[in-house]
């Protein structure tokens, strides 16, 4: 189990500033990742160096977006104000997750601009709805070198998360200890008034950025 990527969601008149001022933050550029077509949803992509990527979305004006758990949760973090929507963590398989939640995972894909067809299965965001310190879950169904974490654009890895949030709650919920949930990277729990993805730190060329 390791970190996928974070997601970062803004309202549609925040996208192209938001995907700007992120990219000028971490010295390099985003990539126009696509439209998820059952999820109501488009977004751009920065992969990192380390197997990780940043993925700022936001939502289409679509009916899917009012009715796929996915749609919905970027809606109203946007509503808030936009940030980090949360954390997504990579499995090689996801039957025992479906297991654990008790139901199975959704299908999504989104047609890259290149015309490639990006697949992956998806579970947990009824979850994060609920309770946004936890993260939700993906098994890609693509080889390596397709994913959005391919071809870093950047020597810019992800350090750490900041997470206000219960350190036990997530380790029941991941399977993994609780003083380090995740390989390679550094998770500090802090106190804020409301649960979730508090702040991501960077490690970039000239420096940490905190974001």
């Known amino acids: 189990m390791r970190l996928d ?19 000028s933050a971490l010295g390099a550029g985003f990539v126009d990742g696509g439209v998820h077509p059952r999820f109501g949803t488009r977004n751009f992509i920065l992969p990192l160096s380390g197997g990780t990527y940043v993925e700022v979305v ?7 977006a ?7 949760a970027v809606a109203r973090r946007a509503a808030e104000g936009g940030g980090w929507l949360g954390w997504v963590v990579s499995v090689d398989d996801i039957a025992p997750v479906e297991a654990r939640l008790g139901r199975t995972s959704a299908e999504g894909h989104r047609v890259r601009p290149d015309g490639f067809d990006l697949r992956w299965k998806q579970i947990g965001l009824l979850e994060l ?26 020597s810019t890895t992800i350090h750490g998360l900041s997470i206000a949030g219960d350190a036990a709650s997530i380790a029941e919920f991941l399977g993994e200890p609780a003083d380090h949930p995740l390989d390679q990277i550094d998770v500090t729990w802090v106190e804020d008034e409301e649960p979730g993805l508090v702040s991501v730190e960077f490690a970039t060329a000239h420096g940490p950025v905190t974001i």
Request: hydrophobic share 35%; charged share 20%; aromatic share 12%.
């Open 5 to 23: 990527h974070v997601s970062y969601a803004v309202a549609r008149d925040s996208f192209v500033s938001t995907v700007q001022w992120i990219g």
């Open 66 to 72: 009012d009715r796929a758990p996915f749609g919905q």
């Open 129 to 154: 709805m609920e309770d946004p310190q936890l993260p939700y879950f993906l098994q890609w169904l693509v080889p390596t070198e397709e994913r959005p974490s391919a071809g870093p654009r950047t």
């Open 58 to 64: 936001t939502t289409l004006d679509h009916p899917a």
